[in-house]
T-cell receptor, first 116, second 112 residues
Framework: AQSVSQHNHHVILSEAASLELGCNYS??????LFWYVQYPGQHLQLLLK??????LVKGIKGFEAEFIKSKFSFNLRKPSVQWSDTAEYFC??????????????FGQGTTLQVKP | KAGVTQTPRYLIKTRGQQVTLSCSPI?????VSWYQQTPGQGLQFLFE???????NKGNFPGRFSGRQFSNSRSEMNVSTLELGDSALYLC???????????FGPGTRLLVL
């Protein structure tokens, strides 16, 4: 079955530290990849997405992610985290179906806690 | 532009009852998707509706159903509630499909 794995369930960093959250998916075909973020008390929102082209994509708030097809990975990075980055981060993949259909599969999520 | 709205925000039901949740998408959006979020299973895709037709479906039992109206508003129904149905149910809308979705605040359902 198709799945998305996020390696870290809970990450604690100090401000200014660098961040890398791992995400791997299991599907051999073409995929669309996403990172979503849920700040405390707020809606789930899109951080960045990859459909095709440059495998290094930039999102909001200084986040970026790199798609490595050979590794089935889409890791999220930020060079220097801030306290306001404290949130839960979800990796997600659209697994295409027949015609114009598909399923959006989420990873289990990673809780990031940034200490001031 | 108003965001995705979901009603009610909180709901308490007992086992065996049924529940209907409502989602109003962003104006102009024709795709509405539903997700279940629980601490144990995470975020799981329930189904997607586009122009009143169910276009995608996740791996949930038939007790979970939905529909979409001509104004793109969507409802989700869960019949014969079980304790395990306690969750946050999220709705998301987009103009075309699953690619760029905007999520609502969710309805938190507690089944006793």
């Amino acid at each position: 079955a198709q799945s998305v794995s996020q390696h870290n369930h809970h990450v604690i960093l100090s401000e200014a530290a660098s961040l890398e959250l791992g995400c791997n998916y299991s599907y051999g075909g073409t995929v669309n990849l996403f990172w979503y973020v849920q700040y405390p008390g707020q809606h789930l929102q899109l951080l960045l997405k990859y459909f095709s082209g440059d495998p290094l994509v930039k999102g909001i708030k200084g986040f970026e992610a790199e798609f490595i097809k050979s590794k089935f990975s889409f890791n999220l990075r930020k060079p220097s985290v801030q306290w306001s980055d404290t949130a839960e981060y979800f990796c997600a993949v659209i697994i295409p179906g027949s015609g114009n259909t598909g399923k959006l599969i989420f990873g289990q999520g990673t809780t990031l806690q940034v200490k001031p | 532009k108003a965001g995705v709205t979901q009603t009610p925000r909180y709901l308490i039901k007992t086992r065996g009852q049924q529940v209907t949740l409502s989602c109003s998408p962003i104006s102009g959006h024709r795709s509405v998707s539903w997700y279940q979020q629980t601490p144990g299973q995470g975020l799981q895709f329930l189904f997607e509706y586009f122009s009143e037709t169910q276009r995608n479906k996740g791996n949930f039992p038939g007790r979970f159903s939905g529909r979409q109206f001509s104004n793109s508003r969507s409802e989700m129904n869960v019949s014969t509630l079980e304790l395990g149905d306690s969750a946050l149910y999220l709705c998301a809308s987009s103009s075309q499909g699953l690619e760029t979705q905007y999520f609502g605040p969710g309805t938190r359902l507690l089944v006793l």
